[in-house]
């Protein structure tokens, strides 16, 4: 930048120096010039005149002299001129140049790369606004192109990742479907009944992993197209957690973990959002926490209310385990679609890398929002709320101690774990319910032999030292048969049931016991059947549809068996069409034959929607009024939105589940005359009017809640 500087001011200062050089040797030259005159004269006179001069010679001396020391003068002025421009031009060049070599300075720290801090320093002329707006450009070049790389970056990031997604797929697909075909090779090879049992369960086993597996591609698709969508409804909170845990306690069983859960007092008993996506994101995260925790381990399940307000509460879920833990590194991409904390993971668990991206989407549709914190090697805890609506007329909406009928039950728990022993005291207190813990068998007998004999004994099955078992027939040997034994376990407690029962126990619970249950045991011991106060609705009932008769639109051989033997607990009749045209023709020819249409929508011939709107435009009053059930695997909200506006009724996806289709029937049958036989439903009329009022009431209420 130096040379720069040099060199600008080189080409001003050179010139004008250069030009006072010429203007001074043009004035030595004259006054050269001058002096040479006055020298001739001199000699001339010497020489022509002797030493006697005439007055012109003199004259011409004077003049010769004058002219002399004018060109002394100007010789001297020119000197002093010269210097004095060339100072002015030095001053001139310092101040004019000097803004712009600075200015030509930063820009070449500019082009470095520190802009920020130089653009400050560039002076404010014309030079230097021009510089500012070309390092203005440079810098904003310079993002873009950082923003390009980091679009270039993350967009192979993601390419590689669905690349893997796509690998691991192939594997987490292929496995299940490899133990469907070799256990199904298996149950029609093997000759004990036992072996085809064991083989079937495994195919079931199978074919829900795999079933899993397309769910959350399908979600995964939904909420990349931005379709996800919610389906608010009714139901008991607690039921819920039943559900879940029904749904994971076989896994925990499997691995000998420990599973608690916990349920704060104050959450409404029935609330309105999305249950079934509720139970999703539970389950996904239980069903990890099962998967990452070794075991022996424990796993923890805690609900509480945050805020109830406006009809509208507020609750945070918590699931912890003593798990292997995740890093800070891999936290980061934990909730990334495709991706899994380490590329070891899929190997080692298995899993599609969806789970928790899906959970993620969900529990923010739902106006909540999730969080993870874990230490590798101690566990983890994953937190999540949610928000939904209480209803504000609770039929069924009352406090479980309005259930407690059997009052003032003098209850003993007997477990060596203590946080069980916590719980149930906890669960205890709620309802006033006196209750005294024993943390072993031994401290046990020696409490029953001190004081008053309990109404109702909790015992564990598996204790150190004295079992439950053993206990339980010293309890009855103390206390008699006045004392009810309840056994508490979290294993499968099938095959010691008739030892159990030989050694006194009369009722078991399985862990982890919900409060409910607490209540229905106590009342059950004292002979109360609590199912008729408050209706358990876990357990489906399987009505009889006898008499009632199915049209089944179906191209699929295998698919028309699969419908016909899911069908046969509810003794509904079902006629078969290969493809809607058969349908729509056996329809026509005997509508009053059927009282409920499913229909398959991708067949040849004539496809559901065609058929369906055949059906619709029959000039008959039946046709526009039956039941049409679309029974297809297009289960996307615009698959179901064309077949609502295409005349169908409801919509089943495939693979078909069993209580979806029992309420199916029960919404469009209840309130039919069967169409098969006439005399079966002058029977079944004449059973409806032998119902009591209460009997009619429970049934409506029931249809009322479905619908």
Not at 257 to 276: G, L, S, T
Not at 306 to 313: F, G, H, P, T
Not at 630 to 658: E, Q, W
Request: hydrophobic share 40%; net charge negative; charged share 30%.
């Amino acid at each position: 930048m130096r040379n720069v500087r040099f060199s600008t001011l080189s080409r001003i200062i050179i010139p004008i120096y250069i030009l006072c050089v010429i203007i001074i040797v043009i004035s030595f030259v004259n006054y050269y010039n001058a002096n040479n005159e006055v020298d001739e004269i001199l000699s001339g006179v010497i020489e022509h005149y002797g030493i006697t001069m005439s007055q012109q010679t003199i004259d011409n001396m004077e003049y010769a002299n004058a002219r002399s020391n004018t060109m002394f003068t100007i010789l001297v002025w020119v000197i002093g001129l010269s210097i004095a421009i060339a100072l002015i031009s030095l001053l001139i060049a310092y101040y004019k140049i000097s803004p712009i070599s600075k200015t030509l300075e930063k820009a070449s720290e500019i082009s470095q790369g520190d802009i920020d801090e130089n653009i400050k320093e560039i002076p404010g002329d014309e030079l230097g606004e021009l510089t500012k707006e070309l390092a203005y450009k440079i810098k904003t070049d310079s993002l873009h192109e950082e923003e390009l790389n980091a679009a270039i970056k993350k967009a192979n990031a993601a390419s590689k990742a669905k690349s893997d997604f796509l690998s691991n797929m192939s594997h987490e697909m292929r496995t299940p479907m490899n133990a469907i075909i070799g256990m199904t090779n298996i149950a029609l090879t093997a000759e004990s009944g036992e072996r085809k049992e064991y083989a079937l369960k495994r195919v079931w086993d199978a074919s829900n992993h795999l079933l899993g597996i397309i769910n959350d591609i399908l979600d995964m698709s939904k909420i990349e197209a931005d379709k996800l969508e919610l389906n608010p409804v009714e139901f008991v909170f607690e039921d819920l957690l039943k559900r879940v845990v029904s749904i994971n306690n076989f896994r925990v069983v499997e691995k000998h973990q420990k599973f608690a859960v916990y349920i704060d007092e104050n959450i409404p008993n029935k609330m309105i959002c999305d249950d079934q996506r509720l139970v999703q994101v539970i389950t996904n995260l239980i069903s990890n926490a099962v998967k990452f925790t070794p075991e022996n381990g424990e796993i923890t399940l805690d609900a509480k209310l945050l805020k109830n307000e406006n009809d509208v509460c507020t609750v945070q879920f918590s699931i912890s385990d003593t798990g292997v833990g995740i890093s800070e590194e891999q936290l980061s991409r934990l909730f990334i679609p495709f991706e899994q904390a380490e590329s070891t993971t899929t190997r080692n668990y298995g899993g599609t890398g969806l789970g928790l991206a899906i959970s993620k989407r969900i529990i923010e549709f739902m106006g909540g929002e999730i969080k993870v914190t874990s230490t590798p090697g101690i566990g983890s805890t994953f937190e999540f709320t949610f928000e939904a609506a209480v209803p504000i007329d609770e039929t069924d909406g009352k406090s479980l101690s309005d259930f407690l009928i059997a009052e003032r039950a003098n209850v003993l728990i007997i477990d060596d774990d203590k946080d069980t022993r916590e719980y149930f005291v906890d669960i205890a207190m709620r309802f006033n319910i006196p209750c005294t813990t024993a943390g072993s068998g031994e401290e046990a007998i020696e409490l029953l032999e001190k004081r008053d004999k309990f109404d109702i004994c909790f015992v564990d099955w598996q204790m150190p030292g004295l079992d439950g078992i053993e206990l339980s027939r010293h309890i009855r040997d103390v206390c008699g048969e006045e004392t009810e034994l309840v056994m508490i376990s979290s294993y499968d407690m099938h095959g010691v049931t008739d030892e159990a029962k030989d050694a006194g126990v009369t009722k078991f619970l399985t862990k982890p016991i919900f409060p409910s249950d607490f209540i229905d045991c106590i009342n059950s011991c004292f002979g109360i059947d609590l199912l008729n106060v408050r209706e358990n609705k876990n357990n489906e009932r399987v009505d009889g549809f006898w008499g009632y008769r199915a049209l089944l639109a179906e191209d699929v051989e295998i698919n028309r068996e699969i419908v016909i033997a899911l069908f046969e607990p509810t003794l509904l009749d079902i006629d078969c069409a290969e493809n809607g045209e058969v349908a729509v023709r056996m329809f026509a020819e005997n509508p009053e034959r059927y009282n409920i249409i499913f229909m398959d929508i991708q067949m040849p011939v004539m496809d559901g929607f065609d058929a369906t709107r055949a059906i619709r435009a029959l000039q008959n009053e039946k046709a526009k009024t039956i039941p049409i059930i679309a029974m297809t695997a297009n289960v996307f909200r615009d698959d179901i939105d064309a077949c609502i506006n295409v005349g169908m009724n409801d919509h089943i996806g495939k693979p078909l589940d069993f209580i979806t289709v029992l309420r199916i029937l029960r919404r469009y049958l209840f309130n039919q005359i069967p169409a098969t036989d006439r005399r079966t439903s002058d029977r079944r009329k004449n059973r409806n009017d032998r119902r009591t009022e209460g009997d009619r009431r429970k049934i409506d209420r029931r249809q009322r809640t479905e619908d």
